[in-house]
């Protein structure tokens, strides 16, 4: 099996995530975002898209808190969360260095990468600093 960083379709985004930079897949032609990374832009089925960066900026579309883990490598509670970014693409990340009773859909967060269970560097969302 090839390293994520290896695959022809994700490698430039993981190679992003190790430069602490999150990208999302834009369609050249209909110039939407769309995330996961696909062949054809699941909006109008054009191949030509490429990486852009995404500010890592969004807010809680919808989450839940898992309290009972996998296995025993994942700390509880911890929330998984619909993150819906300015750009207007989702994806599926965790919430972090926040009480998990405390996310709530709306919330504005932001991106910040860390080590993920199995060791490997993984964008995650903490709530957005307020802006003085």
Not at 97 to 112: F, H, K, L, Y
Request: proline fraction near 8%.
């Amino acid at each position: 099996m090839l390293a994520r960083r290896d695959r022809e379709l994700t490698g430039p985004y993981w190679a992003a995530v190790d430069q602490l930079e999150l990208v999302r897949p834009v369609c050249r032609s209909c110039a939407r975002s769309h995330f996961s990374p696909q062949v054809l832009c699941p909006w109008c089925q054009s191949s030509d898209w490429s990486y852009q960066p995404s500010s890592g900026r969004g807010s809680v579309y919808s989450h839940t808190t898992i309290h009972r883990p996998p296995d025993l490598t994942f700390a509880v509670p911890y929330v998984v969360a619909d993150v819906e970014m300015d750009e207007g693409w989702r994806l599926f990340s965790w919430i972090v260095n926040c009480d998990a009773a405390d996310v709530s859909i709306g919330m504005d967060v932001t991106v910040v990468f860390a080590a993920g269970p199995d060791g490997e560097l993984l964008p995650f969302f903490e709530p957005a600093k307020a802006l003085s």
